[in-house]
């Protein structure tokens, strides 16, 4: 699991880049800050592999918590994030050794991309202890791709099949009908369903036949626990 510290000023991005992160599998929020010196406590109490960090803070910017992290050789991982697009900013950033550098306003699948990129590239160099050149390639040049976006179906995208897979998640106990999903994720139906039948298809989730007194039939879906011992 990667631990993250979200470092943020404005409260209301805060809390939603919070919710964001949280739902990606194999990233977990240990703290959020608010600003630089908050930031700074955190990362002496807390055990933090990736931050990401707002520029323009009160009380000690962004580029500030930088530096000193770097000083104290702390083997942490940051992706910056700002509202101005300021060269020199980025230059010192690339420099300092940023994974990533998001210019707001952001999409939210720009920042999911910049996460699983980050997630990918660490797995490849725990798991191998050399890599060829086309591995290195792949990371340095942003073209890596999970298997999982190689090979999700034309006109699926990976922002909404993370949140009706998260949806499922949190769930998992329940059998639930494509109504409800749409309703809760205010989604179209047919929408809807489409991920759902892309999910049955990989696996993750299992669709159940119920009748009604009329008998016209009805599915519900559950969430399969891949992690759950049988």
């Known amino acids: 699991m990667i631990r993250v510290l979200v470092v943020e000023d404005d409260p209301m991005l805060l809390e939603l880049n919070r ?6 599998d194999g990233f977990s929020v240990e703290d959020v800050a608010s600003n630089g010196e908050e930031a700074i406590k955190s990362l002496k109490n807390k ?3 990736l931050v990401i960090l707002d520029i323009y803070m009160p009380k000690m910017d962004g580029m500030e918590v930088f530096r000193k992290v770097r000083k104290q050789n702390k083997v942490i991982d940051f992706i910056l994030v700002t509202a101005a697009n300021d060269t020199d900013k980025i230059e010192e950033a690339l420099k300092l050794g940023a994974v990533d550098y998001l210019v707001k306003p952001f999409e939210f699948e720009r920042l999911n991309q910049s996460l699983l990129h980050y ?3 660490k797995k490849l160099l ?3 202890p050399f890599v060829s050149q086309e591995e290195i390639d792949q990371l340095f ?3 890596y791709k999970e298997k999982e976006e190689k090979e ?3 006109g699926l995208h990976k922002f909404t099949l993370n949140r009706v897979k998260g949806f499922l998640n949190e769930n998992k106990e329940a059998l639930l009908s494509s109504e409800n999903i749409s309703e809760k994720l205010a989604m179209s139906k047919v929408t809807i369903r489409r991920y759902l039948d892309y999910l049955e298809s990989i696996g993750d989730i299992q669709k159940k036949i119920e009748y009604g007194t009329r008998g016209r039939p009805s599915y519900r879906y559950k969430y399969i626990d891949k992690n759950k011992k049988s």
């Open 19 to 24: 919710r964001f992160v949280d739902k990606i």
């Open 141 to 143: 040049m942003g073209e």
């Open 152 to 154: 999700l179906q034309k």
């Open 126 to 128: 725990i798991k191998k």
């Open 119 to 121: 997630k990918a590239r």
């Open 47 to 49: 055990k933090i592999d």
